[in-house]
């Protein structure tokens, strides 16, 4: 299975190169703003390309997931949408989810410590690729200020779950790849620290 991923396109999509695969993954961030109407026509663009699967998830962007969920999830009809939810393709389980550590005032946050304890304990056992929109803790999420942004216990469950694939963004200037053990770790940034677009999008075989 051939898959390539995004991350952090902040509505800027259509200025993008993304290779053909069997599955598109795209781990959230994106919309500018985070309006129906963004995803509107992002849905429009997603419908355009070749891929045979699409998988988004949201990110700290994406205001309409967090705050219309029933109307957002109504205008996704070219991608399969997961939110602490999963879908098997091809025989590979995939597992997506939002949430991140509190990060100012942003969508989807959360206190760090029982509360992302508990979202992260959903993440069932059998996964092969993980799909959240931040990265785990000392895991490609360095900040250009130093600091390691990501999810001790987002870290703890990947250690238990063990996926092939942990796909996330959120951390800009994290983009990379980074094989730990049985998990190789993506982040998937497609723009820089300055929002700017200019990563590439990751291409793997599962």
């Given at each position: 299975?051939?898959?390539?991923?995004?991350?952090?396109?902040?509505?800027?999509?259509?200025?993008?190169?993304?290779?053909d695969?069997?599955v598109?993954?795209?781990c959230?961030?994106?919309?500018?703003?985070?309006?129906?109407?963004?995803?509107?026509?992002?849905?429009?663009?997603?419908?355009?390309?070749?891929?045979?699967h699409?998988?988004?998830?949201?990110?700290?962007?994406?205001?309409?997931?967090?705050?219309?969920?029933?109307?957002?999830?109504?205008?996704?009809?070219?991608?399969?949408?997961?939110?602490?939810?999963?879908?098997?393709?091809?025989?590979?389980?995939?597992?997506?989810?939002?949430?991140?550590?509190?990060?100012?005032?942003?969508?989807?946050?959360?206190?760090?410590?029982?509360?992302?304890?508990?979202?992260?304990?959903?993440?069932?056992?059998?996964?092969?690729?993980?799909?959240?929109?931040g990265?785990?803790?000392?895991?490609?999420?360095?900040?250009?200020q130093?600091?390691?942004?990501?999810?001790?216990?987002?870290?703890?469950?990947?250690?238990?779950?063990?996926?092939?694939?942990h796909?996330?963004?959120?951390i800009?200037?994290?983009?990379?790849?980074?094989?730990?053990?049985?998990?190789?770790?993506?982040?998937?940034?497609?723009?820089?620290?300055?929002?700017?677009?200019?990563?590439?999008?990751?291409?793997?075989t599962?």
């Open positions: 299975m051939r898959i390539v991923v995004i991350s952090d396109t902040h509505f800027m999509h259509d200025r993008i190169a993304i290779p695969a069997d598109l993954v795209h959230g961030d994106c919309l500018g703003h985070g309006t129906l109407e963004e995803l509107e026509e992002l849905d429009r663009f997603l419908g355009a390309l070749p891929h045979t699409k998988i988004l998830i949201a990110g700290n962007h994406d205001w309409c997931f967090e705050r219309d969920p029933e109307a957002a999830r109504r205008l996704v009809r070219n991608a399969i949408y997961l939110e602490d939810d999963g879908v098997e393709l091809n025989g590979t389980k995939f597992y997506g989810s939002p949430w991140q550590p509190w990060f100012f005032d942003w969508a989807f946050n959360l206190e760090r410590g029982e509360p992302l304890s508990k979202v992260w304990a959903k993440i069932p056992e059998d996964t092969e690729v993980l799909i959240t929109h990265p785990p803790h000392g895991v490609l999420d360095r900040t250009i130093g600091e390691v942004a990501g999810c001790e216990q987002l870290l703890k469950r990947v250690e238990v779950v063990k996926p092939k694939l796909l996330f963004g959120h800009h200037e994290g983009y990379g790849m980074v094989q730990n053990g049985e998990t190789l770790f993506v982040n998937a940034s497609t723009c820089d620290v300055r929002y700017a677009p200019v990563n590439e999008p990751i291409v793997l599962l």
